[in-house]
């Protein structure tokens, strides 16, 4: 575990130069089936056509569909997670981490079962004073085919941890385009479509069974110690309440039509409170039936 307030100053260099090591693992359709029930799939009804299709199949479970946030959950099905503790120099406090915004790309659907490799990269570190913004970058391939199926920006605060720069000019260091992060205003107009879940008391309980184990979630000590009077839900499982969310109201119940996801997570979310989902469509609803999502309004 990394120590806070230690002795040894944080040094950028080591940082963006740490070589995460590639790591392989398997998933199952068991994975998928419960990654889908995390994040409200079949919550409000548990025969709807257009989400039955992600925990069941008739023709067999390895025919069920996958989300396309699914791919979010696989820096956390490493052995021993991402492992920020091993870089060396980053000096944090794990209980003040929080997951900021997340970037997805998918290049192909996800089967419902296979044994993907992991290739983790320092992306982007910055001194925000109070915090550092850590990004990494994770790329994912499909082993028995040698495909790259996903890649991923991931952007994490460490709380406590900023302040190092030496310099009057807070150091900043990016290796991925501007574009991939940048934030999008909300559009005077009304929504197109809104879309109203409510999340169970015991959401991040279930949803932390996909693999995502950080105590902010579940310990009331540990968010009382990150500034919350009980645990939050993860901001991955709001991501994927929103773009479910999305599937279902703007893509025709079609999780392959969407191709890149960008959300910014603002303001937390307690378990047992509705999310709202506003969308905005612009420019051909359907066409070539993809679609690219800037995910900016989760109104509680």
């Not at 925990?55 to 490493?78: C, E, H, M, W």
């Not at 109201?249 to 910014?264: H, K, L, M, T, Y």
């Amino acid at each position: 575990m990394a120590r806070a307030n230690s002795s040894s100053p944080i040094d950028p260099t080591l940082i963006i130069s740490h070589k995460f090591p590639e790591v392989s693992f398997s998933y199952s359709e068991r994975d998928v089936a419960i990654y889908a029930l995390g994040v409200g799939a079949c919550a409000g009804n548990a025969v709807d056509e257009k989400e039955l299709k992600y925990v069941y199949a008739r023709d067999g479970q390895q025919f069920i569909q996958v989300l396309p946030t699914f791919g979010s959950l696989f820096p956390f099905k490493n052995t021993n997670g991402l492992a920020l503790s091993d870089v060396p120099s980053l000096d944090f406090d794990p209980r003040l981490l929080l997951h900021a915004q997340q970037y997805i790309e998918i290049y192909k659907p996800f089967p419902s079962n296979c044994t993907v490799k992991n290739k983790t990269t320092i992306a982007g570190l910055h001194d925000k004073g109070v915090f550092l913004s850590l990004v990494y970058s994770l790329l994912a391939s499909i082993a028995k085919f040698f495909r790259n199926y996903t890649s991923s920006l991931h952007t994490t605060y460490l709380r406590g941890a900023g302040g190092f720069s030496k310099s009057s000019k807070p150091y900043s260091y990016a290796s991925y385009p501007a574009d991939q992060v940048s934030f999008v205003s909300v559009p005077k107009q009304k929504p197109s479509v809104i879309h109203e879940d409510r999340t169970q008391q015991s959401q991040a309980l279930l949803y932390r069974l996909s693999g995502d184990y950080n105590p902010l979630h579940s310990d009331p000590m540990i968010a009382s110690i990150a500034g919350f009077n009980r645990p939050i839900l993860h901001g991955l499982c709001t991501l994927g309440f929103a773009v479910r969310a999305i599937i279902t109201s703007v893509c025709e119940g079609d999780p392959n039509a969407v191709r890149s996801i960008f959300g910014r997570f603002l303001l937390h979310v307690f378990p047992g409170e509705s999310l709202i989902t506003e969308m905005w469509i612009q420019g051909q609803r359907y066409l070539n039936h993809s679609y690219n999502l800037l995910l900016f309004s989760l109104v509680l």
